[in-house]
């Protein structure tokens, strides 16, 4: 009676916990995606619309590359199904404006760094 009793538990404990769910990163909203315009938009109105990017790279030649991430991953084991869902936006900044961007949906790498606001040139992510 014990066995079974430590079977139907060990059996339940496995069930519920049989989902993993792990986001990094804020939703990356399309509309928002949409509503940059090169040579318009400028960073302090991309972190309004995006947050603090994941990353970034300062080119050295005044140009300035801001990366936002996000990943959501879902496991289910007890239908061994997985779900993966990764957006990255990148944008490139020039003069403090939109140069260009680029929107990947559901694809692209997830990477990291603290974020700091356009300062002398030279600085760079520690990511």
Same mark, same amino acid.
């Given at each position: 009676? $014990?066995? %079974?009793?430590?079977?139907?538990?060990?059996?339940?404990?496995? %069930?519920?916990?049989?989902?993993?769910?792990?986001?990094?990163?804020?939703?990356?909203?399309? $509309?928002? #995606?949409?509503?940059? *315009?090169?040579?318009?938009?400028? *960073?302090?109105?991309? #972190?309004?619309?995006?947050? *603090?990017?994941?990353? !970034?790279?300062?080119? +050295?030649?005044?140009?300035?590359?801001? #990366? !936002?991430?996000?990943?959501?991953?879902?496991?289910?084991?007890?239908?061994?199904?997985?779900? $993966?869902?990764?957006?990255?936006?990148?944008?490139? %900044?020039?003069?403090?404006?939109? *140069?260009?961007?680029?929107?990947?949906?559901?694809? +692209?790498?997830?990477?990291?760094?603290?974020?700091?606001?356009?300062?002398?040139?030279?600085?760079?992510?520690?990511?």
């Amino acid at each position: 009676m $014990n066995q %079974l009793f430590l079977g139907l538990a060990l059996s339940l404990a496995l %069930l519920c916990s049989g989902c993993f769910h792990h986001t990094t990163g804020q939703p990356i909203d399309p $509309n928002n #995606v949409q509503s940059i *315009e090169k040579g318009k938009t400028t *960073e302090s109105q991309l #972190v309004q619309m995006f947050g *603090e990017p994941t990353t !970034w790279y300062d080119h +050295g030649d005044g140009s300035r590359d801001l #990366v !936002w991430n996000y990943n959501q991953s879902m496991s289910d084991i007890t239908s061994l199904s997985d779900s $993966n869902k990764l957006d990255r936006l990148t944008v490139t %900044l020039r003069g403090g404006v939109v *140069e260009s961007y680029k929107y990947l949906p559901h694809g +692209g790498k997830a990477s990291g760094g603290k974020y700091v606001p356009q300062a002398p040139a030279t600085q760079k992510s520690g990511g």
